[in-house]
T-cell receptor, first 116, second 111 residues
């Protein structure tokens, strides 16, 4: 299995809702990432988990709450979002930790989020 | 602070043409450079990875080069096809887990 699977593909939520995005990989990768991408912009890093521990939080608002229950699974819990949070949320994984030049980022297909 | 720039921002070519996409970065202290393809509204597909110690990588009709000292990479696409139409992103891996993306080149190949 060489894929990163993201669910749901599309999500519409109101500003008072609580929802979650899910990401799964079975490649044995030990680093997992959440990126946010607005239309016609490059992906922006939000969070990085390494060996199931949060390594990087790029000053993301607390209405986004990541969780890594095990080495294969990454969740992004959403609560009290704003319309400007509407975007494509991308999950990625890589094999190793730190700064190995051989680390390839493998992305999922993304979850398209619309906040009304 | 690492900055990644891609030129041109958009490109339209007739089918069959060979083309070059450019990527430049400001800090040569990188671990690798990765080229991705993104179709509208979709995720990123990895095309090629060049480690910092390497000069180029090839896959099919694609060839990517890296000149770390000058902070440049190129993606060469041979014999372009309409199916190559997409946005192409380059990304450099800096310290730790950070990967910095360029804004991308939107490619349209006309049949």
């Amino acid at each position: 299995d060489t894929e990163v699977t993201q669910t749901p593909k599309h999500l519409v939520m109101g500003m008072t809702n609580k929802k979650s995005l899910k990401c799964e990989q079975h490649m044995g990768h030990r680093a997992m990432y959440w990126y946010k991408q607005k239309a016609k912009k490059p992906p922006e890093l939000m969070f990085v988990y390494s060996y199931e521990k949060l390594s990087i939080n790029e000053s993301v608002p607390s209405r986004f709450s990541p969780e890594c229950p095990n080495s294969s699974l990454l969740n992004l819990h959403l609560h009290a979002l704003q319309p400007e949070d509407s975007a494509l949320y991308l999950c990625a994984s890589s094999q190793g930790t730190g700064s190995s030049g051989a680390n390839v980022l493998t992305f999922g297909a993304g979850s398209r989020l619309t906040v009304l | 602070k690492q900055e990644v720039t891609q030129i041109p921002a958009a490109l339209s070519v007739p089918e069959g043409e060979n083309l070059v996409l450019n990527c430049s970065f400001t800090d040569s202290a990188i671990y690798n450079l990765q080229w991705f393809r993104q179709d509208p509204g979709k995720g990123l597909t990895s095309l090629l990875l060049i480690q910092s110690s390497q000069r180029e990588q090839t896959s099919g009709r694609l060839n990517a080069s890296l000149d770390k000292s000058s902070g440049r990479s190129t993606l060469y696409i041979a014999a372009s096809q309409p199916g190559d139409s997409a946005t192409y992103l380059c990304a450099v891996r800096t310290g730790g887990f950070k990967t910095i993306f360029g804004a991308g080149t939107r490619l349209f190949v006309k049949a």
